[in-house]
């Protein structure tokens, strides 16, 4: 019988937690069951910072960026005693299932606790896109949008000054907000974990584009593929461009979440409680097809990203 269910949200933020909150809650409340908000992640479900929600601890929520539960990464959620720890915790709360919203790691605790006996549903909260058995994951959209914005002003300046722009987003080891935005902007050249890196050729490259008569140019990397300040000021000794670097960081988690966002969130947390009255748990939800679907967590973890090479063919036939 299922009576109440905990909410958390773990891991990096990302614009749209709140919009899943929210659908979570109030799809709950209108099934007859009671919810409690979980702070600040896995460190909250351990040490017990619960809060009991009422409809209206979720009203004025949808347009806020960041998460109202707060977030937090909890390495040590990986012991088992820890783990278990927090399974004593919820069931002093008669919390009988809990729905996780993060990345990877929130989805790692979360099939953990499944294992331990607590239903567990996770949903794909993360700007990077890096979760297998979804299209898109909550935030990604925003994020891509505030990128979007930024290269666009970036490329206003870099024109009038002849210079060359080598922007670093954010991704965590996978090129989609790189390639989404680099396909968006218009960029010269792309340099994700996908495309690796090789410095002659993106000197190469942009000899040839000022050769071909441009006059600027926008470099698009994904973090932790190469250092963005050295490339640049190579840039500035060996081509004829002068290379400025900017680090979008963390301004790229926040802001407002798009309609898009809004709306995957809110189906994804709908989702969430359908499966859990329908005495699943151990899923995750993702979108496929724009079709709202669900998974294993299990097998979810374990899979490979799926390959993006049609976005990178599409970016080099357009260049
Ligand atoms: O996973 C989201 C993310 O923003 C990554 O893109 C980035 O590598 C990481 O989190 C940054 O983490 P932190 O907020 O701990 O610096």
Known sequence: MLRKIGILTSGGDSPGMNAAIRAVTRTALANGIEVVGIHDGYKGLVEGLYEPFNRHSVSETIAKGGTILGSARLPEFKEEAVQLKGVEKLKENQIDAVVVIGGDGTYRGADALTKLGVNCIALPGTIDNDIEGTDYTIGFDTALNTIVDCV???????????????????????????????????????????????????????????????????????????????????????????????????????????????VLASRMGAKAVELLVEGIGGHCVGIRNNEIVSMPIEECVGMPRSSRRRFYRLFDRLV
């Open 152 to 262: 666009d002003k970036l490329r206003d300046t870099s024109n009038s000054h002849h210079r060359c722009s080598v922007v670093e987003v954010m991704g965590n080891r996978c090129g989609d907000l790189a390639i989404y935005s680099g396909i968006s902007c218009g960029a010269e050249i792309l340099i994700t974990p996908e495309t690796g890196y090789d410095e002659e050729a993106v000197l190469e490259k942009l000899r040839y584009l000022e050769n071909q008569g441009k006059n600027h140019a926008i470099v698009i990397v994904s973090e932790k593929v190469c250092d963005v300040k050295s490339l640049a000021d190579k840039i500035s000794r060996v081509t004829g461009f002068a290379g400025r670097a900017t680090i979008l960081g963390h301004i790229q988690r926040g802001g407002s979440p798009t309609p898009s966002d809004r």
